[in-house]
């Protein structure tokens, strides 16, 4: 019994401490009456949302009290900043900046092309430089054949391998001019260059042993120059036989000529030619010269007609052994 009591007894001394503590809480929390502070209460969601919204209202008076401590240090303007130029100006710098960065960024995509067109340029320039190397060396060869530069003697491969066969015909007619001139000409090869520039290789000069001294063949007389012309195609005939496999040339023709001879070098022509055809060639002259009638044993003569026909005469010497008559005369 005495125990029920004291038990009674602390439990109301607590809830009026109790009280008292409630009292004293809502005085000081404002409320009148404990059913009031029970109005007053928030949700937890929602009181949880109030507390956070304190915590980043104190974070940042911490941070603006940092700047204001930090700037307080500092001398700043009387006037306060123009925040609206600012942030206008930060704006078209941030342009700036975006507008650079893409041109940094396009130009180093522009130069890593350049540099790959570059390394495909430098393998195809050393690709080709054995085909340039070679196509140089084949353009100065043509340009030489072509009688161009380097060609120091404008000589063509043409001249220079009608040369050769010009040096052959020229010692072949040598062994007649000499016969002809008594041993005072001899025909020369000259491939030296020409006057102005022409075409060298088939040049011929006139080697005069009265003088020791070469020429050119346009200083010989009329009679000289065509025994010259004699003795180079006697050479060529000669020269033909000899790289034809034996083929001779049994019939020569010599059209005109004789009329520019004196007696003395028309009888060494005729003595060269009477050679010839004691040889067992057919020896053909064609010639207007009444001197050479008695020279020439078996002719045809041509008379022109007053009507403009033409007659044919066939002598062995002095004897007439055939007449033909009829067509127009060639002049």
Do not use: C, W
């Amino acid at each position: 019994m005495a125990g029920a009591t004291s038990a009674a007894e602390d439990a109301a001394a607590t809830l009026a401490r109790a009280r008292e503590e409630l009292a004293a809480n809502l005085d000081a929390a404002g409320f009148a009456t404990a059913n009031e502070a029970r109005e007053a209460a928030l949700d937890p969601r929602e009181l949880a949302t109030l507390a956070q919204d304190v915590d980043d209202y104190r974070e940042a008076r911490a941070k603006a009290e940092a700047v204001v401590a930090e700037l307080s240090e500092r001398e700043l303007p009387d006037e306060p900043a123009d925040l609206d130029a600012l942030s206008h100006a930060a704006a078209e710098s941030a342009r700036s900046r975006d507008a650079a960065i893409e041109a940094a960024t396009g130009a180093a995509a522009r130069l890593a092309t350049l540099e790959q067109l570059r390394a495909e340029y430098e393998a195809r320039g050393e690709e080709s430089a054995a085909a340039r190397a070679e196509r140089d060396v084949v353009a100065v060869l043509a340009d030489s054949l072509e009688g161009k530069a380097p060609n120091e003697r404008r000589l063509r491969l043409e001249s220079f391998v009608l040369a050769s066969k010009l040096e052959r015909i020229v010692a072949a007619a040598n062994a007649r001019l000499e016969t002809m001139s008594s041993g005072q000409y001899r025909l020369e090869h000259d491939d030296q260059a020409q006057y102005r520039g022409k075409e060298t290789g088939l040049a011929l000069r006139i080697a005069d042993s009265h003088t020791g001294q070469s020429r050119s063949t346009r200083s010989l007389s009329g009679g000289e120059t065509f025994l010259a012309s004699l003795a180079l195609a006697l050479g060529l005939a000669e020269t033909v036989t000899a790289e034809a496999g034996g083929i001779e040339l049994g019939t020569l023709f010599i059209d005109e000529g004789f009329g520019s001879l004196d007696g003395d070098t028309l009888e060494i022509a005729m003595s060269t030619l009477e050679d010839l055809r004691d040889s067992g060639r057919t020896v053909g002259l064609i010639s207007h010269v009444e001197a050479m009638h008695d020279a020439i044993p078996a002719r045809l003569e041509v008379e022109k007609a007053a009507d403009g026909s033409s007659r044919v005469r066939t002598r062995v010497g002095l004897q007439e052994v055939g007449l033909h008559t009829g067509g127009v005369a060639a002049g």
